[in-house]
């Protein structure tokens, strides 16, 4: 493989072409692709200040000189009003934006601006036979059915498996791979779709020098680039430099821009003329590539690859959606993981043994399979570690090279110390917190080595052999394995973030146990922020890409020949009917992250009332059917009411849904005081479900039924039992498949103690 910038993957140049590489001006090649013309506008004056030079073949015969003649003098009169009327959609600080199609002379062009400066690029994209002008509603479908896929998905592979198999489907590349980076910008293709023309690349480690920082800078910037025939002949733009500030010309943005000769011969070396790739960007980070490949020349239409780009998009609101939801979840657990933690070390005479008495615990903090503590030449020894002496000496050595470091953690102990390389059994991998600055004093936790083999996408120990002065593209393609040894498995951020968060509270407790309290209320409130940054995340990043499908579908419903065209109509339909959806699933989602936030107001509650509530609520979803009702009297519970309304509108609108197959159905709603709660029950003779699966029930998005057969967003169950927890009590269900499901829920009674308004 290799990136689009002219460096290949898998390979590794030697140091000085490697500095020569990072020093190439790639931004600004003063050269386009010819699949297209570009022009260089001043915004004012709409004169042309440069343009490539393949205007004529494009049947352009310029009036006068360029720089400074008009745009109405190049591309015509009728062509240069449809511009004119284009760009007053454009607004500057967009990125490279697609304002539809232009006739110059006959022919049909794609419209892409951009702004450099003060300066626009225009750079029209001619349509040919082979790349026929599409509409909306043959994309929509394929998008749709994407998003539609997406809740099912739980990981960063399943996820862009589906995008790498709709892309494919989306432009018939041969080969469609996703690519991602990790911390030091190495890179795994972690999924693929293909057809059997051109090989996997699936699972494939390449290095992070196969990607220099500017060309990662450019992914970033610019989310795609194509290039559909790698025997093109690059088209200068004239004049070289801006005649009004002499500076070359900046095409980062370009769509056209032209890419390194290297790169092309790299192409024809891999037997993939044509190629494409999509940006993932996670909050403005490159997270990694959607790259694409075809054994011959291929050009994709602009409104597919605008498509690709969406499919991008979404991939990358998800990943990233799905990443912060697991990182939060993680970070909660281990505070209340470091909660246990402080309540043993404050009961207990020092922190050494409060820690020492909860092994389980310390090892769980970071995942670990062995804990130390040392402290005055002495260490306390926890599950598997290295013996007592070498565990010292590793706290010497701490101390002597990262004294200051709130957390120090390395995969491969060995390698930053050769002394410790014999102790890859016990001690591959360490994480350390110092507690002093003055004397040798650590909590370090342990991971043994995990052999793995590599497979890379050629050797990369092999230097890149430099040609006349530059770097050729390798000719061999072959998967090249390494077997790694002395190494742990990484310490993900959460694990290093709550190592130190102990370490910020064990030196609170050495220094002043007063502020303890104060130090686990900080650390409480970067949990909620955290949680705050996800809505906002989903809220920002969802939503608005909702609205456009939305709004550009209505306006495509109300263009005549759309109206007039009952099929084109219902798909219109279905896109509005789809992003409606989408948006109330993420209006459910958003709903299930602040539930937890939002402050009770508990109050003395008539269950039997708002039960009532609720049913004349609920009655045009069940009126006219045969439902046989028994409610009984319930007892009274203290709880904020909305909540509760929320709970049972959630469990009765559940038992109407899932009895709509029963006729005549039975739905029971009973209470009773027990020992020291109240239960409340809610039974039906509907669907019922298998309880094989009855610990996925109330998880955020697990449903246990086709949303074909019944619909929602499988989030009801998680927000009844999120509200139910918060109250101090408990729900579960059981049930049997075609006879009903019962679903309960306890309420704590409420001592005399307690307050509740009334």
């Given amino acids: 493989m290799m990136d689009d910038e002219g460096r290949p993957f898998g390979t590794s140049p030697a140091s000085g072409d490697l500095d020569a590489c990072a020093r190439e001006p790639i931004h600004v090649p003063g050269h386009i692709q010819p699949h297209g013309l570009l022009l260089v506008i001043e915004p004012d004056s709409r004169a042309v200040l440069q343009a490539s030079d393949n205007l004529a073949g494009f049947g352009l015969s310029v009036d006068g000189a360029i720089p400074g003649a008009g745009l109405k003098e190049v591309v015509g009169g009728d062509a240069a009003t449809e511009i004119e009327s284009a760009l007053n959609a454009f607004s500057a600080g967009e990125g490279p934006t697609l304002l539809g199609p232009v006739t110059i002379h006959d022919r049909v062009f794609d419209l892409v601006v951009h702004q450099v400066g003060d300066r626009l690029i225009l750079e029209l994209e001619v349509e040919t036979a082979d790349s026929p002008r599409g509409s909306l509603d043959g994309l929509y479908p394929h998008i749709q059915a994407f998003v539609g896929s997406l809740p099912a998905l739980s990981d960063e592979e399943s996820l862009g498996s589906a995008a790498a198999a709709k892309i494919r489907e989306l432009t018939g590349f ?113 997270w990694g590539l959607i790259s694409c490949h075809h054994g011959e020349p291929r050009r994709v239409p602009a409104h597919v690859r605008t498509a690709c780009d969406f499919v991008g998009q979404i991939l990358a609101m998800q990943i990233g959606a799905k990443a912060r939801s697991q990182m939060t979840s993680e970070r909660v657990k281990r505070h209340e993981i470091e909660a246990r933690l402080l309540s043993a070390m404050s009961e207990a005479s020092s922190f050494e043994e409060g820690l020492a008495a909860m092994p389980d615990e310390l090892l769980a903090l970071t995942d670990a399979a062995g804990a130390a503590i040392v402290s005055d030449g002495q260490a306390w020894l926890l599950g598997r570690t290295p013996d007592e002496a070498d565990v010292l000496a590793i706290g010497d050595w701490l101390f002597a090279h990262h004294p200051a470091e709130g957390v120090y953690s390395t995969p491969s102990l060995g390698r930053e110390s050769a002394p410790f390389e014999g102790l890859a059994s016990t001690a591959a991998g360490l994480a350390a917190i110092a507690i002093s600055q003055v004397r040798p004093s650590f909590v370090i936790w342990f991971r043994p080595e995990v052999i793995e083999t590599v497979r890379w996408g050629g050797d990369p120990r092999k230097p890149q052999e430099p040609s006349e002065g530059r770097l050729d593209p390798r000719t061999s393609f072959e998967m090249w394995k390494e077997t790694v040894r002395g190494r742990s498995e990484p310490w993900s951020r959460p694990q290093i973030e709550a190592a130190g968060s102990l370490r910020n509270a064990i030196v609170g407790i050495v220094m002043r146990k007063a502020e303890e309290m104060a130090a686990l209320t900080e650390e409480l409130k970067r949990s909620n922020k955290e949680l705050e940054a996800f809505s906002y995340s989903i809220s920002h990043d969802l939503r608005a890409p909702f609205r456009h499908i939305v709004g550009f579908a209505e306006l495509l419903k109300e263009m005549d020949p759309v109206a007039e065209d009952s ?192």
């Fill in 174 to 286: 041969d080969r469609v791979l996703v690519y991602r980076f990790d911390e030091d910008w190495n890179g795994t293709v972690v999924a693929e779709a293909r057809g059997e023309r051109l090989p996997s690349y699936l699972d494939l480690r390449f290095p992070a020098s196969d990607i220099p920082a500017q060309a990662r800078e450019l992914y970033r910037l610019n989310r795609l680039r194509l290039i559909p025939d790698a025997d093109y002949v690059p088209v200068p733009v004239h004049p070289e430099r801006d005649p009004a500030t002499g500076a070359l010309l900046d095409l980062s943005l370009s769509v056209l821009r032209s890419v390194s000769p290297v790169h092309v011969q790299y192409m024809k070396n891999m037997g993939t003329p044509a190629s494409m790739s999509v940006s993932i960007l996670d909050e403005g980070r490159l």
């Fill in 567 to 758: 099929r084109a109509s219902r798909y219109v339909d279905t896109v509005i009917e789809s992003a409606h959806s989408a948006g109330r699933l993420v209006d459910d989602l958003l709903a299930f992250s602040q539930m937890g936030r939002t402050k009770l107001t508990p109050i003395r509650l008539d269950m039997n009332k708002l039960v009532d509530e609720v049913m004349r609520m609920l009655r045009p979803d069940w009126e006219g059917r045969g439902i046989e009702w028994e409610i009984s009297s319930l007892p009274r519970a203290c709880g904020d009411p909305s909540f509760m309304r929320s709970v049972w509108q959630n469990l009765i609108a559940n038992s109407i849904k899932y009895t709509r197959g029963t006729d005549p159905s039975r739905i029971v709603i009973e209470g009773e005081e027990r020992d020291d709660t109240c239960v409340y029950v809610i039974r039906d003779d509907g669907v019922g479900f298998d309880m094989a699966y009855v610990d996925k029930l109330f998880g955020v998005f697990q449903r246990l039924h086709r949303i074909e057969d019944y619909e929602g967003s499988g989030i009801g169950l998680a927000n009844i039992r999120r509200i139910v927890e918060r109250h101090g009590g408990k729900v579960w269900a059981e049930g049997e498949v075609g006879k009903g499901a019962i679903f309960s829920f306890s309420l704590p009674k409420r001592s005399e103690g307690d307050t509740c308004q009334n």
